[in-house]
């Protein structure tokens, strides 16, 4: 006759249990990660759009003022550094917005990334 009482199957099936609510702990920590992973880029993508909306109007100014510099150049009323200048000007803001550019890739490789689409 077994001295074996269930005893230590018991204290298994305990360990084993918590266990399992350690792991099911971990996946809610995960999923938690990961929505914050999503909400995080959205909010990225949303700020680079407005971002790249304000270069456009900047793009728009800038574009304008070297048309004005050269006119005024032409007449002769302005200086050829102020057509430089414009020129700077509007090189500055289209690198600018090739650099938000890439950001708003960037941003979208990140939601796909959090999406696990990637």
Do not use: W
Request: contains cysteine.
């Amino acid at each position: 006759m077994p001295l074996f009482n269930g005893g230590i199957r018991i204290h298994e099936e305990h360990a084993q249990r918590v266990k399992i609510g350690g792991l099911h702990h971990q996946i809610g920590l995960v999923n938690d990660q990961i929505k914050t992973d999503i909400q995080s880029a959205q909010i990225e993508i949303k700020n680079v759009k407005l971002t790249l909306k304000q270069i456009e109007v900047e793009h728009q100014l800038a574009k304008r003022s070297l048309e004005l510099a050269k006119e005024s150049y032409q007449l002769g009323v302005g200086k050829q550094i102020d057509i430089l200048d414009g020129v700077y000007r509007l090189q500055l803001v289209n690198c600018n917005q090739v650099i938000q550019e890439l950001k708003l890739q960037l941003a979208y490789l990140k939601l796909k990334k959090a999406m696990g689409t990637l």
